[in-house]
């Protein structure tokens, strides 16, 4: 049998979102990762495109972690007629389902809107997926065991590696007759709070490997001081601290940075308030997959005893109403919908106001206008003027920068053939070949949108 295998870059080519890429061997077509494309509207716009390939014909999809830009086409790939496996970590699993379903949940609301205000192209405007989209995709998922190579058809098999980046988050060895050809997936920091350090490949052919960071390394800030500083200047001016955080890890990190602060005595008691019915539920997987983290069940059981949790949108208006000092962590990251609208809705005309943005802010979104120094807000239909104080947390990213990513090269034993550069802004990606070349002397190459390779 002729053994021809190439792989083709669907997605997160020249960019960082839309994750997808195809593996085709004789016997299989594996597509690693299947993510939704974020961000301005020329890119959204590719999740309504055709695939390049049929999407009947995919036998079997790998996933390396939860995050929408690497499972949130999922169920677009299910109703273009997939029917095969959807292989991850049970906890990344887990994630992929609160991601899915808040996503078929915005797909379905934005529709609604541009069909209550008439701008879409298409009449009526529809959802690129819905929520029976969604329970559909869930038919296929089947959980897969970590550091243990499964058996996917003769002669090629696969092993997930520990991460770091969030809650189940793996890179992926993938073993095709022999030849090693390994996924980055997202890695994370070497020294989480929350979790382990990333495992790193010994042996690698072909890299897959991504750059998000690629072109800078990370502020060296004390998270700690900046919140003890912004909590005692709430206290002190009797104002609030209003926190848009990603559900996914932020908003647990941040809910452990109060925790550990407050039990050693370094902020005094205020009342730090987690309003995301999104996070909670990543709070129950943190409880579920206890051997993925560094926490255990008494320290979390301790910490969100600590914190005051807000589950219905009834109580958000309770919050509101106290008119006491008070940490409010609430979604979405950037502003760009979520229970934080409210609280903003109320408070950001108020001088008292600290907004704290807790990390990237894209081009586009609320969060970026009040980075740059926005006078009023826009949302509700409705201009609000921003009186609050705006600052910002850059040092909680959940991925490696250029020395951490450079690091996770450093064991392999051989040079592998080729490392791709792939989940990147051009800029970060050409700085990391750059970075790579001078350390390591390995062949790179930033593949562009759709472009295939034969590696074998
Ligand atoms: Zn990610």
């Known amino acids: 049998m002729e053994q021809k295998v190439s792989i083709q870059f669907l997605g997160a080519a020249g960019t960082v979102t839309g994750s997808k890429f195809l593996v085709e061997t004789p016997e299989l077509k594996i597509l690693i990762d299947c993510g939704l494309f974020q961000g301005e509207k020329p890119l959204r716009d590719k999740n309504w495109e055709p695939l390049e390939v049929d999407a009947s014909t995919i036998d079997l999809v790998l996933l390396t972690h939860g995050h929408l830009d690497h499972v949130g086409y999922l169920p677009r790939l299910v109703r273009m007629g997939f029917e095969g496996k959807i292989y991850g970590t049970a906890p990344t699993l887990s994630i992929t389902r609160i991601i899915l379903e808040d996503s078929a949940k915005i797909q379905e609301e934005d529709a609604d809107q541009a069909n209550r205000e008439g701008y879409s192209k298409h009449d009526p405007a529809l959802p690129l997926y819905n929520q029976r989209d969604v329970e ?12 243990v190579f499964i058996d996917l058809a003769p ?42 350090p990333v495992e790193r490949p010994v042996k690698a052919d072909y890299i897959i490997m991504e750059s998000t960071y690629g072109d800078r390394e990370h502020l060296d800030e004390d998270v700690e001081d900046i919140l003890i500083q912004l909590v005692n200047e709430v206290l002190h001016h009797r104002g609030n601290l209003i926190i848009p955080s990603f559900a996914v890890e932020r908003a647990q990190l941040l809910v452990y940075y109060f925790w550990q602060l407050y039990k050693k005595n370094r902020i005094p008691a205020i009342p730090v308030v987690i309003d995301s019915p999104m996070s909670n539920k990543v709070f129950d997987s943190f409880f579920k997959f206890p051997d993925w983290h560094r926490l255990n069940g008494a320290m979390l059981g301790e910490m969100l005893n600590y914190v005051e949790v807000v589950d219905s949108y009834r109580d958000t208006w309770r919050v509101i109403d106290r008119k006491q000092p008070k940490v409010v962590i609430a979604g979405s990251g950037m502003i760009t919908g979520g229970r934080v609208l409210t609280y903003l809705q109320q408070l950001i005309d108020e001088p008292e106001t600290i907004v704290l943005l807790a990390g990237y802010q894209a081009e586009g979104t609320r969060g970026r206008d009040l980075l740059e120094g926005a006078k009023t807000l826009r949302f509700f239909g409705k201009e609000y003027v921003v009186r609050a104080r705006t600052e910002c947390l850059q040092s909680l990213s959940a991925h490696a920068d250029q020395g951490e990513l450079l690091d996770w090269l450093s064991d392999l034993e051989t040079a592998p053939e080729k490392v791709f550069l792939v989940h990147g802004e051009p800029e970060a990606a050409k700085e990391l070949k750059t970075a790579i070349a001078n350390k390591y002397s390995f062949q790179t190459e930033i593949p562009e949108m759709n472009s295939k390779y034969e590696l074998m």
Not at 175 to 191: A, K, P, Q, T, Y
């Open 136 to 147: 559909q995709t869930f038919d296929y998922l089947d959980p897969q065991p970590m550091g």
């Open 155 to 196: 002669g090629i098999r696969y092993k997930h590696h520990y991460a770091g980046h969030i809650l189940g988050a793996t890179w992926l060895e993938l073993e095709v007759f022999g030849r090693i050809i390994v996924f980055s997936g997202d890695l994370g920091r070497e020294n989480d709070l929350l979790l382990r």
